[in-house]
């Protein structure tokens, strides 16, 4: 059973960071394509990147290059996303999703791959 | 502003089809297939259709897709109480090189 299971909430002050983690269940790190994507209040989702672990390729939606970091630690079988720089405007429900390969994943390209699976979200509140 | 256009609600009564549209453009949904999700309060959100019109395991064949050219629509048939959520459209964009989703529809059964 593939299964995505995300860390905490968090609180933050303005200025400062957040990591997010998504531990992935039901196969190894290479069998798997992972997106961030996340829900601010009142907003519709929102795509922040991804990575492809197996190729160690990683994307950044362009509104959040420079501030985002999204890893695999393939010890752990975990996805991190980390967003530096938070303002108020980051507090939102941040989801991990992954599209699942069966076997090794293998394209290169993040359009191959479906949102098959997704965490239940981490909720991060910035505020002073 | 979502780059993906979805009505902001809708509505059906138990029993009735409903479909809901995406419209997009020649660097999303023009060239690459459309994806739908259903977001029920507090849940994850969950793939309903992939590919266009292609249901995932598990998924009613109530809920259908389909697309033409530039725009898609996700319609629901046999509409139940339990079908009421925020429904996503998304597609990759070849412009801004990432997901796209549609603002999101509120589905509500009367």
């Given amino acids: 059973q593939v299964q995505l ?3 905490g909430s968090e609180v933050k002050k303005p200025g400062s960071s957040v990591k997010v983690s998504c531990k992935a269940s039901g196969g190894t790190l290479s069998s798997f394509a992972f997106s961030w994507v996340r829900r601010a209040p009142g907003q519709g989702l929102e795509w922040m990147g991804g990575i492809i672990p197996v190729f160690d390729i990683v994307k950044y939606a362009q509104r959040f290059q420079g501030r985002v970091t999204i890893t695999a630690d393939e010890s752990t079988g975990t996805a991190n996303m980390e967003l530096s720089s938070l303002t108020s405007e980051d507090t939102a429900l941040y989801y991990c999703a992954a599209a699942h390969c ?3 994943c293998y394209s290169r390209y993040f359009y191959n791959y479906n949102l098959d699976v997704w965490g239940k979200g981490t909720t991060v509140t910035v505020s002073s | 502003q979502s780059v993906l256009t979805q009505p902001p ?3 059906g009564t138990p029993g009735q ?3 809901i549209s995406c419209s997009g453009g020649s660097s999303n949904v023009g060239i690459f297939s459309v994806n739908w999700f259903q977001h029920l309060p507090g849940a994850a959100p969950k793939l309903l ?3 266009n019109h292609q249901r995932p395991s598990g998924v009613p064949d109530r809920f259908s897709g389909s697309k033409s050219v530039t725009s ?6 046999g509409l139940q ?4 959520a925020y429904y996503y459209c998304a597609a990759w964009d070849d412009s801004v090189n990432g997901w796209v989703f549609g603002g999101g529809t509120k589905l509500t059964v009367l």
């Fill in chain 2, 17 to 19: 089809r409903v479909t």
């Fill in chain 2, 81 to 84: 109480s339990e079908d009421e």
């Fill in chain 2, 9 to 11: 609600s809708a509505s």
């Fill in chain 1, 5 to 7: 299971v995300q860390s």
């Fill in chain 1, 102 to 104: 069966g076997g090794q």
């Fill in chain 2, 49 to 51: 259709i992939h590919s």
């Fill in chain 2, 72 to 77: 898609a629509s996700l319609a629901i048939s």
